[in-house]
């Protein structure tokens, strides 16, 4: 029971990493100089709110669903070079500090499903 609390403790800071993530171009300020970066974070940001949402609700059951918030926080730590031309400092930044923490919650949830699942 208590590894299932620390990962939808877990989980639920993928719902605030993806909240910043879908809203962080207007809190940076490149919505305008770079709007296919903002809609990507856009999309990224809230697909992680409702992953993380729903993986917070049933944490036994989302161990497959974790390798997908993975994926997502490696793509918001490439998609500046990917997705927009000559990315300034504030929007590496942003996206790299938030996909690094999406991919260090991504793990450590995983890390913690796994564990419980190795006791039971």
């Known amino acids: 029971m208590l590894q299932t609390r620390g990962v939808a403790a877990v989980e639920e800071l993928v719902i605030l990493a993806g909240v910043y993530a879908a809203i962080s171009a207007w809190t940076v300020h490149f919505a305008a100089a770079r ?46 070079w990917v997705v927009s031309r000559g990315p300034d400092t504030g929007m590496i930044l942003s996206n790299v500090i938030t996909g690094a923490c999406v991919c260090l919650f991504a793990l450590t949830a995983g890390g913690l499903l796994m564990s419980k699942s190795k006791r039971t």
């Open 35 to 80: 709007p296919e970066l903002a809609l990507s974070n856009l999309v990224v940001g809230i697909a992680l709110a409702v992953l993380g949402l729903c993986m917070s609700m049933v944490p036994e059951r989302s161990q497959d669903l974790n390798f997908v918030v993975l994926l997502l926080g490696a793509w918001l730590i490439v998609s500046p």
